[in-house]
């Protein structure tokens, strides 16, 4: 109990600059390595300004679940003097791709807003 209101916490205390570039935007995976045991139609993640990460699978045969995540990609910034470093997790963004790197695999996803 203790951990995760430390982590909210730290979430409330996080200004608008520390959730940029990230902050408001929504994503959809386009590329998993390694690949999932399950297909998936869709993976879409929208990074909330309040810095919870929704992301939204959709199974092959269309039902879908949402995971909320407070402790995900840029909820777990490690350092403020560097914005693409996060605990465990590096990212770039190029244009409309969002390319992350977990060290034991990586993500690539495309700006849907």
């Known amino acids: 109990m203790r951990r995760t209101r430390r982590t909210q916490q730290r979430r409330q205390a996080a200004g608008a600059e520390e959730l940029r570039p990230l902050s408001g935007t929504i ?51 490690s350092s403020s003097t560097n914005p693409d470093m996060f605990e465990n997790t590096k990212f770039k963004i190029e244009g409309d791709k969002l390319f992350i790197d977990y060290g034991n695999g990586s993500a690539t996803l495309q700006r849907i807003s």
């Open 27 to 77: 994503w959809q995976v386009i590329d998993i390595e390694p690949t999932p045991n399950q297909a998936y139609k869709s993976i879409i993640s929208n990074f909330r300004p309040d810095g919870i990460v929704v992301t939204t699978k959709t199974n092959m045969d269309g039902r879908s679940n949402q995971n909320l995540s407070s402790t995900g990609l840029w909820a777990q910034r």
